[in-house]
């Protein structure tokens, strides 16, 4: 398993983050061929060495000759870059990660703006040069093999800025909507120190906000921005890397307590929360005011996907407020193992803690798929495949 930790210590934008990475190791060369898939004419990527207060990095540049056509302001729905996605042939994770960057900012950029997000059409965010950044950050996670992302707190800076609409308080508000559940902290530099098509990427694939994680760090990447002065280096560093032992991470537990809601409008917010990405939820009997009998529904999930979590409950349910706290988590590192039953072969969970196997677990679908197909219990097929693990190569170890 291969993780990035994205230090923004001054800020970062779409093209910092590409740089960033192809510092670390990914190639320019392979996030060309790539990006060529969009059959956005005229465009053409670089990458040159530079320094940004005496520390060296790589400055990513999108070169479009056909700008003077119009198409670097083209306005393109959601559906228009979906569209290009799709049709790109990408690899299945990075498709999912570039279409699901572009759906949370148009609906950030439909709340901002107060209307559907099908109406919505980008601008700056829907030029090439970002249609590029988005994508080509999705490509080199995937040339680096990168399984789980987490970031320092997101730097917030102050003053005005000019965008399509005039001048407007830094961060934009579609910056402002998409931090919603992250974590952030204040950086004193007058400018947008981190772009709106950043903080999509960032706080879409994060999964932790907070001080570098244990990691074994195979590379380090420096991506530099535009700003040549200021009182840090407009640069974003990343560490690339494999998890340390005892990795840990910070959620979010939500939780509203419910007594006018049917069982079935409970279970449907769960199934809901769920499929939007919630590491678990669930619902648990409780008695309220007036001895009312009444359910306490909870969600855990990444910050950054807190906001669409409480949407969900707010939608689903009638309650009219939603406790939020933040939780720290030791993590067990896990991994996957085959092993061959009389039922077929089936995934084992392991899970480990200072070298050492803490636990091991036939993976539930896999054994009632088996157990189907062959007419036996799913608790049979488990015992057969727990058997053939500590019987494997090392005694399961």
């Known amino acids: 398993m291969a993780v990035a930790y994205f230090d923004s210590f001054a800020g970062s934008g779409g093209d910092m983050i590409v740089a960033s990475l192809i510092d670390a190791g990914a190639s320019l060369d392979a996030v060309r061929a790539r990006i060529a898939r969009l059959h956005l004419h005229g465009v053409r990527l670089s990458a040159e060495p530079v320094r940004r207060g005496g520390i060296a990095g790589l400055q990513f540049?999108?070169?479009?000759?056909?700008?003077?056509?119009?198409?670097?302001?083209?306005?393109?729905?959601?559906?228009?870059?979906?569209?290009?996605?799709?049709?790109?042939?990408?690899a299945d994770r990075v498709a999912d990660r570039a279409r699901r960057i572009f759906t949370r900012l148009a609906e950030a950029e439909a709340k901002v703006h107060g209307i559907g997000v099908e109406a919505v059409h980008f601008h700056e965010v829907g030029a090439v040069d970002s249609i590029v950044d988005v994508v080509a950050a999705c490509v080199a996670l995937e040339l680096l093999d990168i399984d789980a992302v987490s970031c320092s707190p997101i730097p917030v800076g102050r003053g005005t800025i000019e965008c399509e609409h005039g001048r407007m308080p830094a961060p934009s508000p579609a910056t402002s909507e998409l931090l919603v559940g992250a974590a952030t902290r204040r950086c004193d530099i007058s400018a947008e120190v981190t772009t709106p098509t950043a903080a999509?990427?960032?706080?879409?694939?994060?999964?932790?906000?907070?001080?570098?994680?244990?990691?074994?760090?195979?590379?380090?990447?420096?991506g530099a921005g535009t700003r040549d002065s200021g009182p840090l280096p407009n640069l974003l560093r990343v560490f690339?890397?494999?998890?340390?032992?005892?990795?840990?991470?910070?959620?979010?537990?939500?939780?509203?307590?419910?007594?006018?809601?049917?069982?079935e409008t409970i279970g449907a917010a769960i199934e809901r929360l769920l499929a939007a990405g919630c590491l678990d939820a669930w619902a648990v009997p409780a008695v309220m005011k007036k001895s009312r009998p009444a359910w306490m529904l909870c969600a855990l999930c990444e910050p950054g996907a807190a906001g669409e979590a409480e949407r969900i409950v707010f939608a689903e349910t009638t309650t009219f407020g939603i406790r939020r706290r933040f939780c720290q988590r030791t993590k067990l590192l896990r991994d996957h193992q085959t092993v061959e039953t009389p039922y077929g072969p089936i995934r084992m969970k392991v899970g480990r803690r200072d070298g050492s196997v803490v636990t091991a677990a036939a993976e539930f679908e896999d054994s009632r798929r088996a157990a189907e197909a062959h007419g036996v219990s799913v608790r049979e097929v488990q015992a057969a495949a727990a058997t053939a693990w500590r019987q494997g190569p090392g005694g399961g170890r």
């Open 61 to 90: 540049h999108v070169h479009e000759e056909s700008a003077g056509s119009g198409e670097h302001h083209a306005h393109r729905h959601l559906a228009d870059i979906l569209g290009l996605i799709d049709g790109a042939g990408l």
């Open 240 to 263: 690339i890397g494999t998890p340390g032992e005892g990795a840990a991470d910070a959620v979010v537990e939500l939780s509203a307590n419910v007594d006018d809601c049917t069982g």
């Open 200 to 222: 999509a990427v960032l706080t879409t694939l994060t999964e932790s906000f907070g001080p570098l994680p244990p990691m074994q760090i195979a590379s380090i990447g420096w």
